[in-house]
């Protein structure tokens, strides 16, 4: 068992994150969005964003045919035009908060759901990313929220699904979004590590101790397809639905918020980092020096090694849907969950 910290060093611990909630609080500006209210009812997409003009069309597109009408964007430095198409986009407000990601990142995924999200349903999603459920679809997302609701959860797990192409990345480089999407069609599911959600191994697990889980079922997942080419250990588990009640503290990692009753099935997350100029974006976000760990420097030295490099093997599969997750047991499924949209449906 490790030592409680010294007197002294919990009072230097407090006065620095007091230090550092002052200068976040002193960064962030209101850019655009004026009287922003979230209707009671209604999902809060919240979106940490830089330079995500390549992406939003489609991520606009994509969660607004899902039901979500508002969308909170943190903005962290971007130099394309994506705060100016925001302006351009109903539903939609923006903040801005130009410091370093790896110092900041959790007051940045707070302050939306802090600002326009209390008691609402939240939804954290990147750009590249996009959100899947059994049942997905305009009406599928209401239903989804009264399921939780009727059970009083308060988040909703999701795993993370990297999707790739059969091409060698750099052959694809040049895709425009809409093109990256119908031709990422692959995943790999081969050499994803499962830890139990109480389980030592996971580095970030203090923040987990508050959260209430209704089995052993949900699992954490590490790994996948980037550790096998890569070498990262990356999270693939994520907690992106929360509901921002009393007690909750949303977002103080990228992928939980604590105090959270979690549902009793896990979600889908499809991710596309591999869509455009992905060495690039490595290249840029390394020489930043935004982000605590090494893995966007790693990457890049094995993207700039091997020119033909590709995450396409034998053990790829084609993406046929959300079911065969399920059955491979990559997802957990629910039988309440599937009874609930049956009865609904009738």
């Keep these: 068992m490790s030592e409680r910290p010294s007197l002294v060093t919990r009072i230097r611990n407090r006065l620095a994150q007091a230090a550092r909630r002052r200068r976040f609080s002193r960064a962030v500006a209101h850019v655009h969005g004026e009287n922003f209210v979230v209707p009671e009812g209604a999902v809060l997409a919240i979106v940490l964003v830089r330079d995500g003009a390549y992406y939003l069309d489609d991520f606009l597109r994509y969660y607004r ?57 939240c939804l954290y999603v990147d750009m590249d990313e996009q959100f899947d459920f059994i049942g ?47 031709a990422f069609t692959y995943y790999d599911i081969s050499t994803v590590d499962s830890y139990d959600y109480r389980s030592d191994q996971i580095a970030f697990g203090a923040l987990l ?47 939980l918020s604590q105090n959270v009753q979690v549902s009793d099935f896990s979600a889908l997350i499809r991710h596309y980092k591999f869509a455009g100029n992905v060495a690039a974006r490595d290249a840029a976000t390394a020489a930043s020096g935004d982000l605590a760990h090494g893995e966007d420097a790693a990457r890049l030295e094995v993207l700039r090694a091997q020119e033909a490099l590709t995450l396409y093997s034998q053990d790829a599969q084609s993406w046929r849907g959300i079911e065969p997750l399920y059955e491979a047991g990559f997802l957990t499924d629910s039988a309440a969950y599937r009874r609930f949209l049956r009865e609904q449906s009738a």
């Excluded at 962290?76 to 198409?85: P, Q």
């Excluded at 059969?166 to 990256?180: C, E, F, I």
């Excluded at 550790?227 to 990262?232: I, L, N, Q, R, S």
Aim: aromatic fraction near 8%.
């Design 65 to 121: 045919a899902m039901g979500i009408s508002h969308f909170a964007f943190i903005d962290n430095g971007s130099t394309d035009d994506t705060i100016a198409r925001l302006r351009g986009e109903a539903g939609c407000v923006v903040d801005r908060a130009v410091l370093p990601l790896a110092q900041y990142e959790d007051l940045m995924r707070a302050y939306p759901a802090q600002k326009y999200g209390q008691n609402r349903w």
């Design 136 to 182: 997905h679809g305009a009406q599928g997302l209401p239903a989804l929220v009264r399921y939780l609701e009727a059970r009083g959860d308060t988040a909703l797990m999701a795993q993370m699904l990297e999707m790739f192409p059969k091409a060698p990345l750099a052959q694809v480089s040049d895709l425009d979004y809409t093109a990256a999407l119908e």
């Design 209 to 255: 101790r508050e959260n209430r889980v209704p089995s052993d079922a949900l699992k954490f997942k590490f790994g996948g397809v980037r550790g096998k080419v890569f070498g990262e250990a990356c999270c693939l588990t994520k907690h992106p639905l929360i509901f921002n009640g009393a007690g909750v503290i949303p977002a103080p990692h990228p992928h």
